[in-house]
């Protein structure tokens, strides 16, 4: 149970200077320089982050090839790579309020979402690679009698992981748990926007007893330190959450460099339809606006574009504003707040720009649409529903990342279908109906990497999570995502 004592006890603890985490220690970047860590929570701001270079990313991914090359993790018992990383889990779950508070102060996430899906579930992810370890094997292949066909999995090397800002510890214990779990060597390069609670993780991993230089963080700007490490020469596999744009440049470091594999989480523009046979209306229209509003919008695959029935339009648009007027936006350290902060100043002026072009293109702003509670500095905007929105409309296209719904509506199945598939992306849709063959019809023609039927928004660690189209190519959580992390190799034995 959190308790607002304890929080408000957290919540202007003092961070200081950040180094870089690199070979078991902190180091101060090579240049000295560093970045101011702004909260979003009142626009001030309390730390500094190291400035990385590309020197700097550099010395990080000697430090991890050394690490894998001598075997000190790579070639350790599993039952001791076991070991180590449950009780990296431990460790989170004992420091997940400092941790989710320590998050929030960077990114604004409201805390009961930030404890539960940021810190708690980077602890039980840890613990669910850690868990697979001696539970995964290879393979005999069915060969001839005379013949052994092997099927191993290496651990590939060094791995790279760069992550965004929302989510850090969420996403990037995706990452970092079944890297290492594999037995590789990491280098993670997290948001400027959101470094702190992930350097805390790989001190804690440190404290695990995880041997120096198999898990390294370099902070600093995307395009100096991203960029070194996706152009490393040392780096085998990069794995990569964030924005298409910079998805585009990490394929085009892997082409002028190594080749290295890369795995793409990219953006969503997410279909939530909504059929008017759906079997309970005001739960989807419930559940619906959380979709959409929690975290400000701030979620990969927020169901950012509502499709609905044209005979049930304008009941449920009208609750879906109830919804969204009743949220609580405010001080995500705040117990009683439903929805916290937009990340950065960029971020809620650019949403609020969509509003505005959405409103240029002919949308209706039915509610919302502005920046509230400017006496804090923070960064906060009401949830907004825009209706009337064209298929083609830049609102409809884009991805806002921000607490905006872009409404259309539609007539029935094949309109819906050709509506929710009319943009580049693929992440993420949802289906609200009675009608079971319907639903079975539209998870095979929505094209995406997640359907939610008569929800919107659930998973948990046992389903895979990635896209399809310009969403990406890599897959996150489950078994599955061990495959990003090791190389298969066979062996094919005369007897
Ligand atoms: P972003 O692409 O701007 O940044 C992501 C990371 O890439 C950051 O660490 C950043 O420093 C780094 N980066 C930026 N430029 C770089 C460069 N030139 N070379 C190497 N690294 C570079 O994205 P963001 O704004 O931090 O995150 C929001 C985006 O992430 C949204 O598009 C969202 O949909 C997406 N996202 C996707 C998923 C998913 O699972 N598919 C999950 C969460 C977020």
Redesign the pocket.
């Known amino acids: 149970m959190l308790d607002q004592t304890a929080i408000d006890a957290l919540r202007h603890e003092t961070v200081g200077d950040q180094g870089h985490f690199c070979d078991g220690k902190s180091v101060a970047s090579k240049s000295g320089e560093t970045l101011d860590v702004i909260s979003p929570i009142d626009g001030k701001r309390f730390a500094n982050l190291a400035a990385g270079t590309p020197e700097d990313m550099d010395e990080a991914v000697a430090s991890a090839r050394r690490a894998f090359e001598d075997g000190r993790w790579s070639k350790a018992a599993p039952s001791h790579r076991k070991k180590v990383l449950l009780r990296l889990a431990d460790l989170i779950e004992r420091d997940a309020l400092k941790l989710a508070v320590l998050g929030i102060r960077d990114n604004g996430t409201e805390i009961n979402m930030a404890y539960k899906a940021e810190a708690l579930s980077a602890a039980a992810t840890f613990r669910y690679y850690a868990e697979a370890i001696d539970k995964v094997y290879g393979q005999i292949a069915p060969t001839a009698e005379n013949v052994l066909g092997l099927v191993h999995h290496a651990p590939v090397g060094v791995v790279g992981a760069?992550?965004?800002?929302?989510?850090p510890l969420m996403?990037g214990a995706?990452k970092i748990a079944p890297a290492l779990a594999a037995g590789n060597s990491l280098v993670l390069?997290?948001?400027?926007?959101?470094s702190l609670s992930l350097l805390k993780v790989a001190e804690l991993a440190s404290e695990a007893g995880l041997p120096d230089g198999v898990f390294n963080v370099v902070t600093?700007?995307?395009?100096?330190?991203?960029?070194a490490?996706?152009l490393s020469m040392e780096v085998d596999v990069l794995v990569?959450?964030?924005?298409?744009?910079?998805?585009r440049?990490?394929l085009n470091?892997a082409a002028a460099s190594n080749l290295k594999r890369c795995y793409?989480?990219?953006?969503?523009k997410s279909p939530n339809i909504v059929f008017s046979d759906a079997p309970d209306l005001a739960q989807a229209a419930k559940v619906s606006a959380a979709g959409i509003f929690r975290n400000s919008g701030?979620?990969?695959?927020?169901g950012s574009r509502l499709l609905v029935q044209e005979d049930i339009l304008d009941d449920f648009v009208a609750e879906i504003c109830l919804h969204a007027e009743a949220f609580r936006v405010g001080d995500p350290l705040d117990l009683n707040t439903q929805i916290g902060a937009v990340h950065s100043l960029p971020?809620l002026e650019a949403d609020l720009q969509f509003v505005v072009t959405a409103e240029s293109e002919g949308a209706e702003r039915r509610t919302g649409g502005s920046r509230i509670l400017q006496e804090t500095g923070g960064y906060y905007m009401q949830p907004t529903v825009m209706t009337n929105v064209k298929p083609t409309d830049t609102i409809a296209q884009q991805?806002v990342?921000g607490p905006v719904l872009a409404v259309t509506a539609f007539q029935d199945e094949a309109d819906a279908i050709r509506i929710a598939n009319s943009t580049q992306y693929g992440?993420a849709a949802g289906v609200w109906t009675a009608n079971l063959s319907r639903a079975h019809r539209m998870i095979s023609e929505i094209r995406s990497?997640v359907i939610h039927v008569n929800t919107y928004g659930g998973s948990d660690l046992t389903v895979p999570?990635?896209?399809v189209k310009q969403?990406?190519n890599?897959h996150?959580k489950s078994l599955h995502a061990l495959d990003k992390y090791v190389d298969m190799k066979t062996a094919w034995i005369q007897l």
């Open positions: 760069i992550v965004p800002w929302n989510f996403i995706w390069k997290p948001a400027e926007s959101a600093g700007a995307g395009a100096v330190v991203g960029e490490l996706a990569f959450t964030g924005s298409g744009a910079t998805g440049r990490l470091y793409l989480e990219l953006g969503g701030q979620v990969c695959v927020a971020q991805e990342f992440l990497g999570l990635g896209g969403s990406g890599g996150d």
